[in-house]
């Protein structure tokens, strides 16, 4: 089974300037999440999809991040315009949907540099 | 709501000694705890959870962790570290109350160092 697919793993970009990363989530998972890592710190959830609904977006920044998931299969994240903070791994994971505990796995991230 | 400390932002460690990981959560709802690990430039791997039932849970590469309810917190443990364990690991929870969500809510990290 394939896992997380994230592209691209490295972007280096300058302050003002858009970005948007790619997730292909693993066949089959219903749920998909955007987190955002800052160096020295844990993951912090930026956005849930469920199919191609938002369950929870409520640490989005959405004046300059936004996030799609069409057809509820893969989903792009975009910041713009970014910021020197913006500066982080940003990771995808999937997980099935239900009404128990599931497993989220986790793609290689996008390392984002903003100059 | 919830919160996870890590006690420690960096544990350094001899080959073949024992590790022990601190980690404190709190929650105003039952929870599920884990342990995941980074190597670098990596994703997430899970290393164990807990879920329910035993509170000594066993996890890949010879990590345990105890679930402590009544001082809300859920240590990682290995009896002898291989240079290949130097990685950071957090600790995560989620509101067990979540049917649809399993919202992950991660800890700072520990990142450890093996020493030969």
């Known amino acids: 089974e394939a896992g997380v697919a994230q592209s691209p793993r490295y972007k280096i970009i300058e302050k003002r300037q858009s970005v948007a990363f790619w997730c292909n989530p693993i066949?089959?998972?219903?749920?998909l999440y955007w987190y955002q890592q800052i160096l020295g710190q844990g993951p912090k959830l930026l956005i849930q999809?469920?199919?191609?609904?938002?369950?929870?977006d409520s640490q989005l920044p959405k004046d300059r991040f936004s996030a799609e998931r069409l057809k509820g299969v893969d989903s792009t994240l975009k910041i713009q315009p970014a910021k020197l903070e913006d500066s982080a791994v940003y990771l995808c994971?999937?997980?099935?949907?239900?009404?128990?505990?599931?497993?989220?796995?986790f793609g290689p991230g996008t390392r984002l540099t903003v100059l | 709501a919830q919160s996870v400390t890590q006690l420690d932002s960096q544990v350094p460690v001899f080959e073949e000694a024992p590790v022990e990981l601190r980690c404190n959560y709190s929650?105003?709802?039952?929870?599920?705890l884990f342990w995941y690990v980074q190597y670098p430039n990596q994703g997430l791997q899970l290393l164990l959870k807990?879920?329910?039932?035993?509170?000594l849970v066993k996890g890949i590469n010879g990590f345990e962790a105890e679930f402590n309810k009544s001082q809300t917190s859920f240590h990682l443990r290995k009896p002898s570290v291989h240079i290949s364990d130097t990685a950071e690991y957090f600790c995560?929870?989620?509101?067990?109350?979540?049917?649809?969500?399993?919202?992950?809510?991660f800890g700072g990290g520990t990142r450890v160092l093996v020493k030969p």
């Open positions: 066949s089959g998972h219903a749920t």
């Open positions: 994971a999937s997980s099935r949907l239900g009404n128990s505990y599931n497993e989220q796995f």
């Open positions: 999809f469920q199919n191609n609904g938002v369950v929870d």
């Open positions: 995560a929870v989620s509101d067990r109350t979540e049917a649809a969500g399993n919202k992950l809510t």
């Open positions: 807990y879920l329910s039932g035993s509170t």
């Open positions: 929650s105003s709802v039952s929870v599920y």
